[in-house]
């Protein structure tokens, strides 16, 4: 990757990591863009450059979290396993890899004007999402698996979320209880 690139990408990434900890910490409304050049240590002209907005930033802070759902759905000969087994496996691994990211970004999720804004997209992922587990509930042969896959994705959401909040929270152990539920 060319050096100007790789600066590029490393800008970007500072922004998007200081706009979602400054939502998240001081809300969305109360967080100018002024306020995320300063604390990212770039100015205000660059910033502009890479994003014509707030709201731009906030829709890149979804958009990566959209792409780290799809991923977790990603399916690998080599972990064994049901698709809900792997799923569950790779959203533990996630939430581990990325803690802070999810942390803030469930943060900024209940602020209702930031809701708003992205609950189409919201929407499409929890659609995307309960129909991927769905799928892999009925490649397990298990019965009901609409009303199942809206179980599954709350116990999933669940867990996340306790792991977000709760310091010492025993996800693995939860994951593997979850998982022992679906195994035939």
């Known amino acids: 990757m060319p050096r100007f690139q790789e600066k590029r990408e490393l800008s970007i990434n500072k922004l998007v ?5 400054l939502f ?3 809300g969305y409304e109360a967080t100018s863009i002024r306020n995320i050049a300063r604390e990212a240590g ?31 759905f990603v399916q690998s ?9 792997q799923h569950i ?6 939430l581990k890899e990325k803690q802070d990211f999810w942390k803030l970004l469930h943060g900024i999720r209940i602020q209702s004007e930031v809701v708003r804004q992205l609950m189409n997209g919201m ?7 309960e129909d991927r587990i769905r799928q892999n509930l009925i490649e ?6 609409d009303l199942e896959a ?14 977000l909040l709760y310091d010492n929270y025993p996800i693995d152990d939860v994951a593997s209880l979850l998982i022992m539920k679906y195994k035939k």
């Not at 496996?89 to 996630?94: E, N």
């Not at 929407?123 to 999402?129: D, F």
Request: aromatic share 10%; charged share 25%; no cysteine.
């Open 89 to 94: 496996r790779q959203t533990v691994k996630l």
């Open 123 to 129: 929407q499409e992922q929890t659609a995307y999402i």
């Open 42 to 72: 770039i100015s205000l002209g660059l910033l502009y450059n890479y994003f014509k907005s707030k709201d731009e930033l906030l829709e890149e802070i979804f958009r990566r979290s959209v792409e780290d759902i799809h991923a977790s």
């Open 24 to 26: 998240a910490s001081k």
């Open 77 to 85: 000969p080599e972990q064994g396993g049901s698709g809900i087994e």
């Open 17 to 21: 990591e200081v706009a979602l900890r």
């Open 140 to 145: 397990a042969g298990i019965p009901f698996p």
């Open 150 to 163: 809206k179980l599954l994705f709350a116990s999933i959401d669940g867990m996340a979320s306790h792991f």
